[in-house]
C-alpha cells in the first residue's frame, strides 16, 4: 500500500503552515509546521484504516469516482482527505487529490 499526493496537493500543504499563521490560528509559525506535519503523518499512516465515503458530485472537479475520509485535528477542526484508489501489480495505491476541511466544504458533504 503506498500513498500519493498530486502536486496541487503537495503545494496546498506547503501552503497550509503559512495560512495558519498568518491568520493568527497558531501564535508561533514552528506551531503551525508542526499542525501540518502532524496531519500529513496522519494520512500516511492511517488512510487505509479509515472510515470511507462516495465523494459528492461537487467534487469531481477534482477527479472523478473519489472518496474521502475525515481526520480530526481538534474539537473545531476536520479536515477531509479525497482520494482515488488504484490496483497495480497487486498494491492499492491512494491518491490524494484535493484536501480541505469543515469550515470551508461542510456544506458539499
Do not use: C
Not at 495558519?20 to 490560528?25: G, M, T
Not at 509546521?33 to 503523518?41: E, P, R
Amino acid at each position: 500500500m503506498r500513498i500519493l499526493f498530486l502536486p496541487e496537493t503537495l503545494q496546498y500543504f506547503n501552503d497550509l503552515s503559512t495560512i495558519l499563521y498568518q491568520k493568527e490560528y497558531f501564535g508561533f509559525e514552528e506551531s503551525a509546521l508542526a499542525y501540518v506535519d502532524s496531519l500529513l503523518d496522519d494520512i500516511k499512516e492511517s488512510l487505509h484504516t479509515k472510515l470511507t465515503k462516495k465523494a459528492p458530485e461537487y467534487f469531481n472537479k477534482y477527479g472523478k469516482g473519489m472518496q474521502y475520509a475525515t481526520f480530526k485535528k481538534n474539537k473545531n477542526t476536520h479536515w477531509y482527505v479525497f482520494f482515488s484508489i488504484y490496483e497495480k501489480e497487486d498494491e492499492l495505491i491512494y491518491l490524494v487529490r484535493y484536501i480541505s476541511n469543515n469550515h470551508v466544504d461542510s456544506h458539499h458533504l
